[in-house]
């Protein structure tokens, strides 16, 4: 067996959502998935493509329409700009990590990953053998560039992972922040990732690396539709880059996955032409539900930064004295409530859980008379 493979574990989300399932009337806030239906016009595109017969493999780096069709989204919705040949379609963005990290990192090499993190990169990074140097945040979860800075002129580190808005933290950069990123990458010999599933999911100003055209040669962006579209069994994704390292991560996409599925990115396709309207009302519920959580939270003292984008919440439960583990264990036995202890993200979300809110007002509303309850019988003090 592959002996890197030793430290890997099966995803916590998975496990916890696993569990959950096992207590019957539980109620679940474990899921990273939008609980809206994929827009008609979506679906519709898909059932065509199998009906005109687009069932076929593509070419690796996906169909040129939807390739253009990203570019101009990207540079009308966030000012980020690709040419359609500097970006290659893939199987939801968790393809197109693997893809970029199998073709960045060499075993023993550096990278730094914040903690806590999706856990993907961390995994990945250790299966290419890699070694995983981590960086904290600061309290409110935004970005210590210091920390990066140092740990970079300390360690020779030559990778850099972002993601923004984050998961689990809802975390996002803002303009001031994404400057001295931009200025510090300027400086330094380094490659960095960005990964931002959640762009189409913000509550305020987007701010990204990848809209600073001088270090364009120094970012790789890895985005998809899984969320903005709320499409994630279709699988598409995608990575945009420069030549540099499109040709060899196309070395790794085309060797594992050929293409993704034709049909999947010919309902991506209608999906930015027709459909980012039910994006944009998807992307307004979640904010109504994270300021109903927010206010939930606030009323029973827990303590809690606000979330600027994705659908997650990421508080603190440290004042409980309880491991993240035995605290989200605890409530799900009791309370029947499964939430994902915060050390599935990595050491430093020790002391945390995540709650996602791509639930029902109802169940939402249900959700948190569990928790209030749970923390007034058992922490009472507190
Ligand atoms: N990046 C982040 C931050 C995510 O949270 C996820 C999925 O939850 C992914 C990437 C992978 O997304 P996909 O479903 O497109 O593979």
Excluded: W
């Excluded at 029947?336 to 050491?347: M, T």
Aim: with cysteine.
């Amino acid at each position: 067996m592959n002996e890197n493979l030793n430290e890997i574990q099966i995803s916590g989300i998975r496990r916890f959502a696993s569990k959950v399932k096992m207590v019957e009337g539980a109620l679940s806030l474990t899921i990273g998935q939008p609980d809206f239906d994929m827009p008609v016009a979506v679906s519709e595109a898909m059932i065509r493509a199998i009906k005109e017969h687009k069932t076929v493999y593509t070419s690796n780096e996906g169909i040129v329409e939807l390739r253009d069709e990203i570019c101009r989204y990207l540079k009308n919705t966030f000012d980020i700009e690709y040419d359609k040949d500097e970006v290659c379609l893939t199987v939801g963005g968790s393809e197109g990590l693997f893809s970029v990290l199998n073709a960045l990192l060499n075993p023993k090499d550096k990278i730094l990953i914040s903690s806590p993190a999706y856990p993907a990169y961390e995994n990945i990074a250790k299966m290419i053998g890699a070694e995983v140097v981590n960086y904290g945040l600061n309290d409110d979860f935004t970005i210590n560039i210091d920390e990066i800075r140092e740990k970079i002129e300390k360690d020779n580190i030559k990778y850099l992972m972002l993601s923004f808005p984050s998961n689990p933290t809802g975390a996002i950069l803002i303009k001031k922040q994404r400057d001295e990123l931009a200025d510090l990458i300027k400086k330094k010999n380094i490659v960095v990732i960005t990964d931002e599933m959640y762009s189409g999911i913000i509550f305020d100003d987007y701010y990204s690396v990848a809209q600073i055209k001088e270090i364009k040669d120094k970012i790789i962006y890895v985005s998809g539709f899984s969320k903005l579209l709320s499409m994630t069994g279709i699988r598409v994704g995608y990575v945009a880059c420069t030549e540099k390292y499109m040709k060899e991560i196309m070395k790794v996409h085309q060797y594992n996955v050929s293409c993704t599925s034709s049909i999947g990115q010919y309902g991506a396709l209608e999906g930015l032409r027709s459909s980012l309207d039910d994006a944009e009302i998807m992307r307004k519920s979640f904010e109504r539900r994270k300021n109903y959580c927010m206010k939930r939270l606030r009323d029973i003292r827990i303590e809690v930064n606000e979330p600027m984008g994705a659908f997650y919440i990421f508080p603190s439960i440290k004042k409980f004295n309880m491991t993240s583990e035995e605290f989200c264990e605890k409530l799900l036995n009791e309370e029947k409530l499964g939430c994902v202890p915060g050390n599935a993200f990595g050491k430093l979300g020790e002391g945390y859980m995540r709650i996602s809110y791509c639930y029902s007002d109802e169940e939402l509303k249900e959700a948190f008379d569990r928790l209030e309850r749970f923390i007034k019988k058992n922490f009472p003090n507190c």
